[in-house]
């Protein structure tokens, strides 16, 4: 008798089965979509804009020498990331810098050097904090000017950060703030 419910279950169970797979396929759902094909985007000039990289002496032929200003460096000891400001006293937006850092111990010999380019948006006449990936992978250095850690063994440094490039929309979507 035990095994008399286990053989109705299995039983019923079939037809049901059975029953599913004799429905017509109108009844099933499909939950793949075929012959799917990219959304085109309406074509415009822009479409295959580069941004335009202008180095540091030909804004300075320009006449915009000392326009981008940096300051406010700044890395605490167990931070993955360096920070500054930024200011843009050009009359371009700028979509990105290309800064050169060179990274000095307290004895002023140089530990580490790298170009780094930052994605920011930067309008005309504005300052911001950029944020971009520190050098120091173990993060076991401190930027001279932060707060003294209270750990010791930690090394401070100084640095020196200039830009050497900055990036600006594509010359259609330049704007000029005069």
Not at 25 to 39: D, F, G, I, M, S
Not at 56 to 78: N, Q
Not at 147 to 167: E, F, L, S, W
Request: aromatic share 8%; charged share 25%; net charge positive.
């Amino acid at each position: 008798m035990p095994y008399l419910r286990h053989i109705i279950a299995s039983v019923l169970l079939a037809v049901i089965s059975m029953q599913a797979l004799a429905e017509p396929q109108v009844y099933r759902r499909k939950t793949t979509a075929k012959n799917l094909r990219p959304a085109k985007l309406p074509a415009s000039s822009n479409a295959a804009a580069v941004p335009d990289t202008i180095p540091l002496d030909t804004l300075e032929e320009r006449g915009l020498a000392g326009a981008i200003r940096l300051s406010g460096y700044d890395k605490p000891l167990r931070s993955p990331r360096e920070s500054l400001f930024v200011t843009n006293r050009t009359p371009y937006d700028i979509d990105g810098l290309l800064l050169s850092l060179t990274y000095f111990d307290s004895a002023g010999r140089e530990l580490h050097s790298r170009g780094v380019t930052v994605r920011c948006d930067l309008p005309a006449g504005v300052t911001r904090k950029i944020d971009f990936r520190s050098w120091d992978l173990q993060q076991s250095f401190y930027y001279k000017l932060s707060p003294k850690p209270r750990r010791d063994g930690a090394t401070p440094y100084d640095v020196k950060c200039r830009v050497t490039a900055i990036i600006i929309p594509s010359t259609s979507d330049r704007t000029s703030h005069d």
